[in-house]
């Protein structure tokens, strides 16, 4: 498995807050609808399963004192009283009150999607057993920015050139998930079925398996970081195509938190 954090569930968060973004401007329009037409479909019934005062000859309670509807008084009063012009009016208030109190809640979750933290979802098994298909993460962007990625990070990142033309993949938007194991400056190489970082074997209680492949030592250059898949014989990662640019990372996985059941942080360990 190739491991792709691809497709992530930016696509289907943004699906939701358009989703949201729409019912929102629905439920403006359809209150501006009610408030304009509630004396022409005295029947109408609200959200809350009342109906609204009915007409003259109907239990009215909203009458002049001749008995007859005032809203209709008032357009036998004013014949030249515009009641499109009211109708237009009552919606541009709706927009209005709409934009003021819709649109920065939208622009505030889209910068934390953006810039702060993003979902993202397991298409395979490469990171198995810390993750499964299926699972869903939360990945924070914010602290690459001050502090340098560590040993046994979780990372999301854009593959570099030579996964492309390995995998035989046209170059798209795609992501992966993987584990940092050596930084830039660090050796690293796998014999015997263990993992060697600066000639020391490694103890990595998180993986699936012991490696069955062989690795020679390789340096990892400054700027880059080494990465390989917790189900090691399973992964595609940095033993097929080499080290990653750090410039590449998009952030790292803190928190699992679909399904419910499997809620984990995601420690540089394990998944807690």
């Known amino acids: 498995g190739m491991g792709a954090c691809a497709g992530r569930r930016g696509g ?62 008032r357009a036998a009063s004013d014949p030249d009283r515009d009641l499109g012009g009211e109708e237009e009016k009552s919606f541009k208030d709706n927009l209005i009150d709409f934009v003021r109190e819709f649109v920065p809640t939208l622009l505030i979750c889209l910068a934390i999607r953006f810039f702060i933290v993003e979902p993202r979802y397991i298409p395979s098994l490469s990171m198995f057993p810390s993750f499964e298909v299926g699972d869903q993460l939360a ?22 050139g030579l996964f492309w033309e390995l995998s035989g993949k046209p170059q798209d938007n795609d992501a992966l998930i993987k584990r940092v194991v050596a930084i830039g400056g660090d050796t690293v190489e796998v014999k015997g079925g263990t993992l060697f970082v600066n000639g020391e074997a490694q103890e990595e209680p998180f993986i699936a398996e012991q490696p069955d492949y062989v690795m020679p030592r390789t340096s990892v250059p400054e700027g880059y970081v080494f990465v390989l898949g917790d189900n090691r014989n399973h992964s595609f990662d940095s ?23 499997r809620a984990a942080l995601v420690t540089a360990d394990a998944v807690a």
């Open 139 to 160: 990945v924070e962007k914010v602290s690459k920015l001050y502090a340098p990625i560590q040993r046994h990070d979780v990372i999301v990142f854009r593959p570099p």
């Open 239 to 261: 033993h097929f195509w080499g080290p990653v640019p750090v410039k590449n990372v998009i952030g790292k996985a803190v928190f699992k938190y679909w399904p419910p059941w």
């Open 12 to 73: 289907a968060s943004l699906g939701l807050l358009a989703l949201a973004f729409a019912f929102a401007l629905s439920e403006a329009g359809a209150a501006s609808a009610l408030r304009s037409h509630a004396t022409r479909h005295p029947y109408l019934v609200g959200r809350s399963g009342r109906q609204p005062p009915r007409l003259a000859g109907h239990g009215a309670l909203c009458t002049s004192h001749s008995g007859a509807p005032r809203a209709l008084v």
